[in-house]
């Protein structure tokens, strides 16, 4: 006759335990992708943003007249062209009023899906909903003008923009005014440290 045992062997509580690991490697791989891929695409987005700014300070320098970049704050849009009618404002018109051959540069971009732009003071609409990255129709009134090139190549101020995605640091695009600069890296703090 056999007793009955009152507890598992060596044996059962090792395959437990190893199939518990294996399942929290899987897990803790799948997170760790997720962080990651977010980081890439977050520095890819901030990557673009970067070449629309040169891009416009060369068309600025090329055709000598200011060039602006405008952005819709939360969402994933932003425009390069002109700072004259019809494409801009004018509000950074030089007075240089050049007659040219060759047809303006203007071209709306959008940012990869789950990026969204925040501006130096933090500047968001509230329903960032209605700028889903499927809707690329966006109102005139939500353009906000960040940077404006002039045509020596310099811009106006010194202006910062940050990019966002949920889940990943984000990252701040800088003009410098003086120079027309552009550089990527984290967001700087209060005191101007990183």
Known sequence: MRRKRAGFTLMEITLVLALMVILFGIAASTMLTEAVYGEVKTRAAADALREGLVTTRTHAIDEGRPYSVWVVPGTNHFRIGPDDSPFGDGASNSGNNVSNSTPPFAKEFTLPGGIRFNLENGDAPANTDSQSPENDSVDPSQWSKQVTFLADGTAVDT????????????????????????????????NGQP
């Not at 995605?165 to 120079?179: F, I, Q």
Request: proline share 9%; aromatic share 0%.
């Open 159 to 190: 202006k910062s923009i940050t990019l966002h995605m949920e889940g990943s640091r984000p990252l701040m695009v800088k003009v410098r005014a003086l120079t027309g600069g552009v550089t990527v890296g984290p967001p700087e703090s209060e």
